[in-house]
């Protein structure tokens, strides 16, 4: 359709140009041509931008949409999927509803600099955030970490090919919940890829983690470490010996997602 756009514009061009010409050249100037005619015209548009296909590096396999509901009824089957991997224990720590939106909208903000409480899946871990020391000396305690045991534990046992089947077979809900998180070109597979990575690029520190408290909750005293994204900041809160049981389970878990990139 451009094209013949095109074509009537320049034959317009052309017969006009051939009309002035030969009045022009006439011994007699010809009659003044009658005005132009009102013509109501749209208002000029932009051209609408071209469609560009996102680029998906991290292509899942065998996914289907088929016998999967809708991603509002999806808790059910989710949870029983899950506790047919897991046993029904590892539901005292998460929170049954929305799964999957939390699970995603989690999974989003995770390489971000906030991970804000409301999305996330999990349970509040129980129990304070354990310090030691005061002023110059503030840092995070030794029993922290104890506090990370019980999640930590269920991570370390979960079966990382049964779990991405559960993913892979209802993908396309998270798709959806991704989509309509604000991401209508994204793949959240990609996404999900760049979350693991950034969690695994988290630093391994030994010794006292020094904080500060300049309001109401802590932040770590090096502006470096407290500069990094909120997973990397939730694996160095967990104590290394945790972060490295978490870590060893989201290898396993990449090498499966991560196909194609």
Known sequence: MQKTAWVAAAAAVLIGGGVATYYFLQDEPPPPPPPPPKIARDPVRAAPAPVVAPTIRHPLGGVTATGLPELEQSD??????????????????????????????????????????????????????????????????????????????????????????????????????????????????????????????????????????????????????EARSAGQKIMIRMGKDNAARVKAKLGEIRKLVATGG
């Not at 506090?147 to 077979?169: M, P, Q």
């Open 76 to 225: 059910a089957p989710l949870l029983q999927a899950l506790d047919e991997l897991l046993g029904k224990k590892w539901r005292a720590y998460f929170l049954p509803e929305s799964v999957i939106r939390h699970i995603v909208a989690t999974v989003d903000n995770l390489p971000r600099e906030r991970l804000p409480a409301d999305v996330m899946p999990l349970k509040r871990v129980p129990r304070p955030f354990v310090t030691t020391g005061k002023g110059a000396a503030l840092a995070i305690g030794a029993r922290n970490s104890a506090r990370y045991a019980a999640y930590v534990s269920v991570v370390a046992a979960i079966d990382a090919a049964k779990l991405v089947a559960v993913y892979v077979r209802f993908y396309p809900l998270f798709q959806k919940a991704y989509e309509e998180l604000g991401n209508p070109k994204g793949y959240f597979n990609d996404r999900l890829v760049a979350a693991i990575d950034d969690l695994l690029a988290a630093p391994d520190l030994a010794g006292p983690i020094k904080l500060v408290r300049p309001m109401l909750h802590y932040e770590f005293a090096d502006p470096a470490l």
